[in-house]
Structures are given as C-alpha cells and as structure tokens.
C-alpha cells in the first residue's frame, strides 16, 4: 500500500509536464521562423555566408534600395530581376528567361507570406505568450 499514487498529484504532473512540452513546442516554433528568416550573415535567396566587406554592399547606391539581405550575386540578379519588369535588363544574360523571372516573383511572393505571417493575430499571440511568465511558477 505504501506505493499508491495519488491521483491529483499524477494529473498535476502531467499537466504541468504537457503544458512544459506546448511552451517548447511553441518556442522551437519562433526560434526555427527567425534562424531561417531574419538571419543577417547569411543570404536571405541562396542562403550563402555574407562577409561585410567594409560596408561594400551597403555603400553601393543600387544595393542600398534592395529591401532583402543579399549576398552580391543574388542582388545582382534581383536587380536584372527588377530591371527586365520594367522592360530593360542585361541583354548578356539570356538565360535569364520568363522561367527565371517566375521563379523571382514566387520567391518574392513568399517573402510577403512569411511577413504576413509575422504580423498575423496568432503569431503575435504566441510572441506574447513566450513573454510571459509561466503562470505555474
């Protein structure tokens, strides 16, 4: 008889253990929407380690109005991307065809879903939730 559980102590435990497994779940859920997205050494396109050179990329008055963190091929080619819906672009690099100019535009779009996201009710909640103290504590 001496090792009867208790019940209420057993649900409280569980309780306690599952509510400790959603906040993980939760932060994993953050940590893994800012490591992928807002992560300033790498490039937000190709995913290549940026190395600042003294300000270079930021000095360039072209790169300067690029609203994504490129490395230098990539913001290059956003700006050809740029420069062909306008109707110019580097005639040089015809490989660089509707398809190309597609598969810039679906990138684009995902980069506006991802910060949609990031401004949505319930993502804003659960930033609110991580702040917060855990109320069993």
């Keep these: 008889m001496g090792d009867v559980i ?11 253990q599952r509510a400790a497994l959603v ?7 953050v940590q ?3 490591q ?8 937000e396109k190709c995913g290549t380690q940026i190395i600042r050179d003294g ?3 930021e000095k360039n008055p072209h790169l300067s109005r690029i609203p994504y ?4 091929s990539c913001a290059e080619e956003y700006i050809d991307y740029i420069d062909r819906l306008k109707g110019f672009g580097d005639p040089d690099c015809y490989w ?7 598969v810039w535009k679906k ?10 996201y990031l401004k949505s009710k319930e993502f804003t909640q659960l930033m609110h939730e991580l702040k917060q103290p855990h109320p069993d504590r």
């Design 6 to 16: 208790s019940l209420g102590e057993k649900q409280r435990v569980t309780k306690t």
């Design 32 to 34: 893994r929407v800012f």
């Design 55 to 57: 300000g270079k990329i």
């Design 107 to 116: 990138w684009i779009d995902y980069q506006g879903a991802i910060d949609r």
């Design 96 to 102: 660089r065809n509707e398809i190309w100019l597609q």
């Design 23 to 29: 906040k993980k779940q939760k932060s994993m859920a």
């Design 36 to 43: 992928c997205i807002h992560c300033t050494f790498k490039c």
């Design 69 to 72: 963190c490129f490395c230098e």
